[in-house]
Antibody
Framework: QVQLQESGPGLVKPSQTLSLTCTVS??????????WSWIRQPPGKGLEWIGY???????DYNPSLKSRGTISLDTSRNQFSLRLSSVTAADTAVYYC????????????WGQGTLVTVSS | DIQMTQSPSSVSASVGDRVTITCRAS??????LAWYQRKPGKAPELLMY???SFQSGVPSRFSGSGSGTDFTLTISSLQPEDFATYYC?????????FGQGTKVEIK
């Protein structure tokens, strides 16, 4: 059974960098069958796709982030990470990591989600 | 970005009721649509993809239909474990986008 688990600080100061890690068990992030993604949901708002990374190196990010996001893979630890720079209160959200089928691009496994609050 | 609009935003229903949720895309997405179920404190679960194909293990009381811009998710006979929030998601073009969710509540 595939499982994903997010980890990282729950509180980040404005203008700093948010860093989260997703640990994957029950499957390899080196598989060419999946994208590895981050999705978030601000309080009271809808789900927003942040971006994805593919083992072969392909990646894409939501333009709404204005180039602040970076996703990386660590195959030795079977983890992938998100870094979001220059955060503001608008980045406060529950952050989910997810495994996404390449075609069609639907997440088939998600983490439980972790709340990150941006506040001084 | 493709906007996904779900309706209703919430519905109150009883066990055994038939419930239909609609999802409309702002442009043609063919059949690149999935439905998810999310229960409080749990990760979302993929129910259907390709608008009408079941994910493994999903009960047959769930069904999906539609193509182009208009889609529906139907629960033919609501069960206690079906009370949750449901989301649609398009995979036609990145950034992939979700509907705002439909909360199915106990009447």
């Amino acid at each position: 059974q595939v499982q994903l688990q997010e980890s990282g600080p729950g509180l980040v100061k404005p203008s700093q960098t948010l860093s989260l890690t997703c640990t994957v068990s029950g499957g390899s992030i080196s598989s060419g069958d999946f994208y590895w993604s981050w999705i978030r949901q601000p309080p009271g708002k809808g789900l927003e796709w942040i971006g994805y990374m593919y083992y072969g190196g392909r990646s894409d990010y939501n333009p709404s982030l204005k180039s602040r996001g970076t996703i990386s893979l660590d195959t030795s630890r079977n983890q992938f990470s998100l870094r979001l720079s220059s955060v503001t209160a608008a980045d406060t959200a529950v952050y989910y990591c997810a495994r996404v089928l390449v075609r069609p691009a639907h997440p088939d496994y998600w983490g439980q989600g972790t709340l990150v609050t941006v506040s001084s | 970005d493709i906007q996904m609009t779900q309706s209703p935003s919430s519905v109150s229903a009883s066990v055994g009721d038939r419930v239909t949720i609609t999802c409309r895309a702002s442009q043609d997405i063919s059949s690149w649509l999935a439905w998810y179920q999310r229960k409080p404190g749990k990760a979302p679960e993929l129910l259907m993809y390709g608008a009408s194909s079941f994910q493994s293990g999903v009960p047959s009381r769930f069904s999906g239909s539609g193509s182009g811009t208009d889609f529906t998710l139907t629960i033919s006979s609501l069960q206690p474990e079906d009370f949750a929030t449901y989301y649609c998601q398009q995979a036609n073009s990145f950034p992939w986008t979700f509907g705002q969710g439909t909360k199915v509540e106990i009447k």
